[in-house]
């Protein structure tokens, strides 16, 4: 492994610790009895309370001066200054810990443990007086930290950690670096809390169901398949979990929900991940119009626990999920923003009319898929307050009950906000012979070449053969309902660890690479014992340091060969 500069450092303080008999990665645990936002909050009030505190957190910036030196640590709720006297941490003779391992091994990114006392400085900045510190955990690292330059009155930010590819992989350092990133997930694990106390309040079962199928179903998308070798056969990462939560219904439970992770091998971008989370609910005896009201009821409800207020800012748009929402059919909602009446095209019209309007279509897309391409494409953009989307062709639902009044349609609805699905819900279908009937229409999609079509699920049509009340049901896009409540822009940004595409390693400068650049043969085991990560590195080096370091090891490594000058140097790197 090629380290760099800082890395190498690190690891010569790490080993200088040691020697010291300080051990950087102690077991036993540090006792905290105080956060800095507590500290932050209560201390003018409350001064007394503060009088002997323990503190652990992350130093982000150093300022050494001579026997007294401030010091910032970060903990998992803000940053605070201490403040470290050397005659305090050193009462006796020996200074070592603060002249050498305070002030000469400690880096940015170190992890230490804080005995002290709450003080207000002459500035007025709540300081931590510290008394004792320990050393929890050495980071081998550079943290990417940002400089703060002030600028002809403006403050300007430099260096900061904002490449979301790197955010994304190393969301660690993500954390670290740009604590306001921890809010988002702070408030998505709070919108989580406040779905699951409105489904348990209503007297609703929470479950767990299978992750690994035998049949992917409950939705059209396509599957992630593994193998079981114990049972040797073919296994699926589940698409949905609805056929199982509807079995539960069969089996007597008037209400079961489910936060679910489910898994579909298709396309990403800013709003599709193939691993997501949604919770899919089902209730007995109810239907669509019910589910409506009800998921009108919940997400208001979300968007009060979590802004105070029904309205939330997304982008430039002000979003207000008070009730009621807009209701639209789904063909109503074509004609008004197409101008097209597609209620009653065949197959082949759809596909024509797609086609006249920019739509890109093939012939394995049979009229649940030219439908919802029309939409997808035309329609969808165009939503942004909380709108229900209702009444769905039957060849778009295969699971969804009969509409009762319009023949050809279903009792569907989607909801659509900031121009995306974030729910799909059902008046469901329980009567098995139609049921088995639609997913034999899905096989012959799938003999055409439809990859998504869904699978006949045998024991699902045995459940249902049983028996299966009239039920509602609903899935709900936890991630998109993040990104809108939290003013997310892609769904990456409300994934701890989006997927990502395999990393690139990084190689080496080799012998080859440093004789093309025309290094001589005989000083290039000197550049490959230099700290470059990359040939990009070397030729990016400084002439006149690479020249100063070369001298270094000329005396180190014994190289009797002459000496290059300067211009060889600046030859090599170009």
Known sequence: MQLSEQEVVRRGKLEQLRSLGIDPYPAESFEVNASIRDIQENYERSKTDYKNIS???RIMNFRIMGSASFAELQDATGRMQVYIRRDDICPGEDKTLYNTVFRRLLDIGDIIGVHGYVFTT????????VTEFKLLTKALRPLPMPRVVEENGETKVFDAFTDPELRYRQRYVDLIVNPDKRDIFLKRSQLVNSMRTFLTNRGYLEVETPILQPIHGGATARPFSTHHNTLDMPLYLRIANELYLKRLIVGGFDGVFEFAKD????GMDRTHNPEFTQVEFYVAYKDYQWMMDTTEEMLEKVAMDLHGKTQVQVGENTIDFQRPWKRLTLFGAIQEYTGIDVSAMTEDQLRETAQSIGIEVDSSMGKAKLIDEIFGE????NLIQPTFITDYPVEMSPLTKKHR??????ERFEAICNGKEICNAYSELNDPLDQRERFEDQLRLAERGDE???????DFLRALEYGMPPTAGIGIGIDRLTMIMTNQPTIQEVLFFPQMRPEQKIAAPTDKDYRTAGVPEEWIPALLKMPFTTFNDFKAANPNKLFNDLGGLRKKLKIEAKMPTLDDVKSWIG
């Not at 898994?263 to 298709?266: A, C, G, I, S, V």
């Open 55 to 57: 503190i652990a957190g």
């Open 405 to 410: 009044s319009k023949p050809g349609l279903v």
């Open 263 to 266: 898994f579909r091998n298709e």
């Open 378 to 381: 035309k329609v969808e953009p």
């Open 452 to 458: 998504e079509a869904m699978a006949l699920d045998e």
């Open 122 to 129: 002459q500035t007025g900045e709540i300081t931590i007086h």
